[in-house]
Every structure is written in structure tokens, then in C-alpha cells.
T-cell receptor, first 115, second 112 residues
């Protein structure tokens, strides 16, 4: 079984559309994240949730809204998509948000292309 | 602004050689340091972590940390073509696990 799974793997859409990316982890971890990796491979955190509670919300447009129905799921909804949103979005999880030494487990990524 | 700097490469080494990857970070209070490997089109995977000054060895990989110089490196001995990937340095600059700042990565190419 895949530890951190996200869908879809590829997402091609027009500017102005609204889309969602889903993420689920079956590791029993408390903390989940969304990272964005741009065309230059720069990986940057967007959001972090610990047990359904938002703990990190970096400077991202309000068009991006994470939702965590339970600690095993963290979905990302994007409104009014723009060309600059094209990137690979990675979901990740870790056992805890309070321990700095723990590794991140990444999903396989969602390649978003906005046309 | 808290930053993690890496030479983007590409770094090209012959098979069997030692590959040396370097990383500097800006925040002196940083506590945890990680090296992730990312193959093209794949997700990052953790290969080494280091928390105290000195060397840490795991198989062909050695991580080196010098907090005074704010410098962390990764050595890959007996490099193999399968080591060809982008190596991301990540630094936890205090606080929660989510404060993991990634460098832009160094692309390594090991030539047979």
C-alpha cells in the first residue's frame, strides 16, 4: 500500500478554473503538508496541518485553500487558476509537528499545468 | 530571510569517484539537517540526516556538519550511475517540523 497517495498525478486545466488535489496518508501520522515545486525545482512549503489544525500558512494567495477532514487527509483547493500556478504539488506527512528530527514522507506529486 | 544555498550544478563525476555536495544556511539557530534525493519526475526521499557537528556515515554516504561555518555537506563514495539525481539540502530552522527550508538542489550526474 502506498504510504502517502495523492490524486490526480497530472492535472491540465484552463486559466480561471477551480481544481482540487487530494491527499491521503495511511501511516498514522499527525502532521501533513503541502509543498510546491516550481520549474527550477525549488521546493517550498505552503501549508502544514497537525491533527486537522492549521499550523503553518506561508504567504500563498487566498485562492489556495487547504482542507483537512481528518488527520489522514489533506486536500488542496485552488480557485481561479493562473498560469503561475503551474508546478508540481507534493503532499507530505510526518509523525509529529513538534519534533524537528523526523523525516518527511512525500507523495508522488501532482503535475499541474495551467493553459 | 532564512535561506539554504546550494550550487545548482550540474556536478558531473566519473563512476567510482567521490561526489561532494555542499550546502550553506543562513540561520545560526538551525537544529536539524537533511539530505533528500530526487530522481527526475519522482518525489524527494530522505537519504541522510545529521544533528550534531562532525561526520555521520551510512553506507556510501557521509554527511558532514559544521555549525560554526553554517555548512553541511554530503559525500558519496564509489559513485554509481544510479546515484544520478538532484540532491536537496534541507534545514530545520527551529520550531515545528514544517519549518523545513529546502535548497534549490544540486543535480549530480555520474558517468559510466
Amino acid at each position: 500500500d502506498t504510504a502517502v497517495s495523492q490524486t490526480p498525478k497530472y492535472l491540465v486545466t484552463q486559466m480561471g478554473n477551480d481544481k482540487s488535489i487530494k491527499c491521503e496518508q495511511n501511516l498514522g501520522h499527525d502532521t501533513m503538508y503541502w509543498y510546491k515545486q516550481d520549474s527550477k525545482k525549488f521546493l517550498k512549503i505552503m501549508f502544514s496541518y497537525n491533527n486537522k489544525e492549521l499550523i503553518i500558512n506561508e504567504t500563498v494567495p487566498n485562492r489556495f485553500s487547504p482542507k483537512s477532514p481528518d488527520k489522514a487527509h489533506l486536500n488542496l483547493h485552488i480557485n481561479s487558476l493562473e498560469l503561475g500556478d503551474s508546478a508540481v504539488y507534493f503532499c507530505a506527512s510526518s509523525p509529529s509537528s513538534t519534533t524537528t528530527n523526523e523525516k518527511l514522507f512525500f507523495g508522488s506529486g501532482t503535475q499541474l499545468s495551467v493553459l | 530571510q532564512k535561506e539554504v544555498e546550494q550550487n545548482s550544478g550540474p556536478l558531473s563525476v566519473p563512476e567510482g569517484a567521490i561526489a561532494s555536495l555542499n550546502c550553506t544556511y543562513s540561520d545560526r539557530v538551525s537544529q536539524s539537517f537533511f539530505w533528500y534525493r530526487q530522481y527526475s519526475g519522482k518525489s524527494p526521499e530522505l537519504i541522510m540526516s545529521i544533528y550534531s557537528n562532525g561526520d555521520k556515515e551510512d553506507g556510501r554516504f557521509t554527511a558532514q556538519l559544521n555549525k560554526a561555518s553554517q555548512y553541511v555537506s554530503l559525500l558519496i563514495r564509489d559513485s554509481q550511475p544510479s546515484d544520478s539525481a538532484t540532491y536537496l539540502c534541507a534545514v530545520n530552522m527551529g520550531g515545528s517540523q514544517g519549518n523545513l527550508i529546502f535548497g534549490k538542489g544540486t543535480k549530480l550526474s555520474v558517468k559510466p
